[in-house]
């Protein structure tokens, strides 16, 4: 089955600063998500993108679905924003196979 | 409320007894799914159902049961739980284009 490698597993931020967050597959996927798990436990969907560029506020995130890689980039980060962040994909549309994610941690 | 919730949110129990986990979602979307989230292990999926009285076995379904008698239902019954079923349980549901959304989970503890 697919893998998913998720990297950095951990990352400690100060506010304000940005930061890059990775995600590899061992196979292409028709279907890539990225999650934010807050600290309740919730797991938030952030971004549906199979491949190309999107943005919403200070995230955004990018595919290439070619050379089967996710980047999820985080600018100007808040308190708010720590948690753990998953990427998830899968090929036939059933299961999602998640990584075992990046957590991240942002002080004040 | 619009979206998908999971009753109850906590729940503790014994070994041996018959819990059921409750999904719910408002969206009428075909597709659901079971997770299970376990330190080490991250999610993995349980069952799955393509549409009501339609369901298939994910990677780990030993122990589970579930039915869908109604699209927007999809309950799963842990017939005798134990020990190692105690996790984190997550609903989601699918949606045309794919994307799944998830549930706020139940955390359930089987001592």
């Known amino acids: 089955g697919i893998q998913v490698e998720q990297s950095p597993p951990d990352l400690i931020l100060q506010e304000g600063a940005n930061s890059t967050l990775r995600c590899n597959f061992s196979d292409s996927v028709n279907n890539l998500q990225w999650f934010h798990q807050n600290p309740w436990g919730q797991l938030i969907n952030l971004f549906y993108?199979?491949?190309g560029t999107k943005q919403n506020g200070r995230l955004s995130a990018t595919t290439v679905a070619t050379e089967r890689y996710s980047l999820l980039y985080i600018s100007s980060s808040q308190t708010t924003d720590s948690g753990v962040y998953f990427c998830?994909?899968?090929?036939?549309?059933?299961?999602?196979?998640f990584g075992k994610g990046t957590t991240l941690s942002v002080s004040s | 409320d619009a979206g998908i919730t999971q009753s109850p949110r906590y729940k503790i129990t014994e070994t041996g007894r018959q819990v059921t986990l409750m999904c719910h979602q408002t969206w009428s979307h075909s597709y659901m799914f079971w997770y299970r989230q376990d330190l080490g292990h991250g999610l993995r999926l349980i069952y799955y159902?393509?549409?009501?009285?339609?369901?298939d076995k994910g990677e780990v379904p030993d122990g589970y049961v579930v039915s869908r008698s109604k699209t927007e239902n999809f309950p799963l019954t842990l017939e005798s739980a134990t020990r190692s079923q105690t996790s984190v349980y997550f609903c989601a549901s699918r949606d045309t284009i794919n994307e799944q959304y998830f549930g706020p989970g139940t955390r359930l503890t089987v001592t």
């Open positions: 993108i199979p491949s």
């Open positions: 159902s393509a549409a009501a009285d339609i369901t």
């Open positions: 998830a994909g899968n090929q036939a549309g059933t299961a999602l196979i």
